[in-house]
């Protein structure tokens, strides 16, 4: 990662780093990023839950609190200086916003002791947090065929870096349930 902020991503943002909020923000952001997603990874896996308790519990609060006091803060702060319109900026907005609630939702059900709600509410944080991979993903196949630079086609990236991602998560979740509530009634 480079650190200078005339270099990269950071050149279309030379505004925004002016404010003083937008650099710490960013950072905030994508240092925790690739943690994030690591974990997130070993924590799906079903194992983890069972044969290394402790390391997913560890991984966990890690996961978490990254999401919660660094990376989804940040996000936040860097979803006020999006110049890509609108409908780009609600977009990051609500992705923002629900991957904090649905990892807050999931940590009270932990602690709860409601394993099945935090895990279906974990499943929808890491769902948010793959929009970082799927936004590079069609950010990169759509420069091909579509100017991004237009507000319109930016726009619709932006919701499908996250919507699809939800989307296919509720199903494998409802999926999930009317598998094992029709297991349960057998």
Known sequence: MNFNSVYGFLTHKQEAIKSGFYLPAYYSHV????????????????????????????????????????SAPGALIMSFYIQRGISVQISFLFQCVLWFI????????????????HIRWMLRSYSLTLAAITLRLYVFVGSYFFDLANSISYSVIAWLSWLPNLLICELLITQYKSTSQSYINN
């Open 102 to 117: 649905f990892t807050w939702i999931a940590y009270k059900a932990i602690t709860k002791g409601d394993i099945q709600s």
């Open 31 to 70: 240092l925790p990023a690739s943690i994030i997603l690591l974990i997130g990874i070993f924590q799906l896996h079903p194992y983890s839950r069972i044969k290394w308790y402790k390391a997913h519990k560890f991984l966990g609060k890690i996961y978490i609190s990254c999401i919660l006091f660094v």
